[in-house]
């Protein structure tokens, strides 16, 4: 009994005990969960203000970054274009100085070549006028001679002006005028070279009919290793030339269009004297890659010297080359 009793009491007070235990347990944790909460929340305020301070910190220095990024690239910015404009301004400044150079050095071998042009000519007319005042002074005692004896009676003037008659005729036949400038320009050759150095009406196209008045036999020689031929024919547009004459003469009463309309008129029949040249004797490698267009009167060949820019437009266009009764014979000596 005695023993229930004790294990009674025992057992009260262990359930004392263990309720005190366990109110205390409770009361203790349920003070160290609130420090728990309590730690935790300042942790938690702490880390949010830690962190937005970071976050602060970072997007003021990402702006300090980006303000100091800006500034630099507004200066590069700054530098290049300054570069780039030095370096344009220098590039102008040399590219106008390059052309300047080029003009001059163009305008000296200009008038280099124009006075090397001036001393070539005035060697040639040198070099001609003797041989070419001897063979006029020996023409002009000729007809001079002639002329005397035409004049020893009537009959024989009426002669000599039925000959003149005869000639106008002569000249105002196309086919007769060309003969008269192939012959004058075969007097010529036959004077200056030796029988095997021309040919007379050679075919230089193969397969064509066409035949040039004359060629010469260059020292040079061609792809079959024969003798380079330069093409030359006569060329007479008489009609031409006499209604620009007639301009000349009645200028004061003429009109300046139709004077100039019979100036170019004149130029046309050059050019196409020098095109058919051109399209029927120009074939290297059996000739030269130009011609010579003759023209028989000193007249003739003046006239297309003084206009401007046709004897230049004949060599470039068509590779033709007029030359006259007094200098075809230099020309081919220069040759």
Do not use: W
């Amino acid at each position: 009994m005695s023993v229930m009793i004790a294990l009674l009491l025992v057992c009260l007070v262990l359930s004392v005990i263990t309720v005190v235990l366990v109110t205390r347990f409770t009361a203790e944790f349920g003070r160290i969960d609130r420090l728990i909460r309590d730690e935790f929340s300042r942790s938690r305020e702490e880390s949010y203000k830690t962190s937005r301070s970071a976050r602060e910190e970072l997007e003021s220095r990402l702006e300090r970054i980006r303000a100091s990024t800006e500034s630099h690239l507004e200066k590069i910015r700054a530098t290049l274009e300054g570069s780039l404009d030095k370096t344009r301004a220098t590039m102008e400044n040399n590219m106008e100085r390059t052309r300047q150079t080029l003009e001059s050095k163009l305008k000296a071998l200009q008038d280099d070549n124009a006075k090397k042009l001036e001393e070539m000519r005035a060697t040639v007319d040198e070099k001609l006028q003797s041989s070419v005042e001897k063979r006029f002074n020996d023409s002009f005692k000729l007809i001079s001679d002639r002329l005397e004896q035409v004049h020893k009676g009537l009959g024989e003037m009426q002669t000599l002006a039925s000959g003149v008659g005869d000639l106008k005729k002569v000249l105002t036949n196309v086919k007769t005028r060309g003969n008269l400038g192939e012959i004058q320009l075969g007097a010529i050759l036959e004077e200056i070279f030796a029988a095997d150095q021309y040919e007379h009406n050679a075919i230089v196209k193969p397969g064509s009919q066409e035949r040039v008045e004359y060629v010469i036999k260059l020292p040079g020689r061609n792809d079959d290793n024969r003798s380079l031929l330069l093409p030359i024919d006569s060329k007479f547009p008489n009609e031409d030339y006499q209604r620009l004459l007639e301009a000349y003469d009645n200028m004061a009463g003429l009109d300046p269009k139709q004077a100039d309309a019979i100036g170019k008129q004149f130029e046309a029949a050059v050019k196409k004297s020098a095109r058919d040249i051109r399209e029927k004797y120009i074939n290297p490698p059996i000739t030269t890659d130009f011609a010579i267009l003759f023209v028989p009167t000193e007249g003739l060949y003046a006239e297309i010297l003084r206009r401007a820019g046709l004897f230049e437009t004949l060599r470039r266009d068509f590779k033709v080359t007029v030359v006259g009764p007094t200098n075809l014979v230099a020309f081919l000596n220069s040759l």
